[in-house]
Nanobody
Framework: VQLQASGGGLVQAGGSLKLSCVASENMWRINIMGWYRQAPGNQRERVAI???????RYADSVKGRFTISRDNAKKTVYLEMNSLKPEDTALYYC????????????????WGQGTLVTVSS
C-alpha cells in the first residue's frame, strides 16, 4: 500500500487545516487508517484512527478539535484540525493497517511521507 499525504502548512493558533491521504489500494481491504505525528525531539504518536465502518479513536490531546474521516470509494482518509495550538506543530503521517483493530495498540506497516503542520502563536 502506498500512501500520499497532503494539506500541511503554516497556520496561526486557533486556525484550521485539513489533511488528506490517498491510498493506492482498495480501502475496503484496509480496516484501520490513521494519522500519527512527530514533533522535533519527540517520539511519533498516534493522533487518530478510523476503521472501515467509520468508528474512531482519538488521542486525548486532540479530542474535540480534530476529526478523522474516510471515503473508501475515493481511497482517501482525512484529518480535519480545528482550534490548532502551537503544540500541534509536527510532521503528520498517514498510516494503513489492513488487519488492525481499533483496540490494538500498534501502527500498521504502511506509512505515507509526512506533511508538515506548523502552528504559530
Amino acid at each position: 500500500v502506498q500512501l500520499q499525504a497532503s494539506g500541511g502548512g503554516l497556520v496561526q493558533a486557533g486556525g484550521s487545516l485539513k489533511l488528506s491521504c490517498v491510498a493506492s489500494e482498495n480501502m475496503w481491504r484496509i480496516n484501520i487508517m490513521g494519522w500519527y505525528r512527530q514533533a522535533p525531539g519527540n517520539q511519533r504518536e498516534r493522533v487518530a484512527i478510523i476503521n472501515v465502518t467509520g468508528h474512531t479513536r482519538y488521542a486525548d490531546s486532540v479530542k474535540g478539535r480534530f476529526t478523522i474521516s474516510r471515503d473508501n470509494a475515493k481511497k482517501t482518509v482525512y484529518l480535519e484540525m480545528n482550534s490548532l495550538k502551537p503544540e500541534d506543530t509536527a510532521l503528520y503521517y498517514c498510516n494503513a493497517d489492513p488487519s488492525g483493530t481499533l483496540w490494538l495498540n500498534r501502527a500498521g506497516q504502511y506509512w505515507g511521507q509526512g506533511t508538515l503542520v506548523t502552528v504559530s502563536s
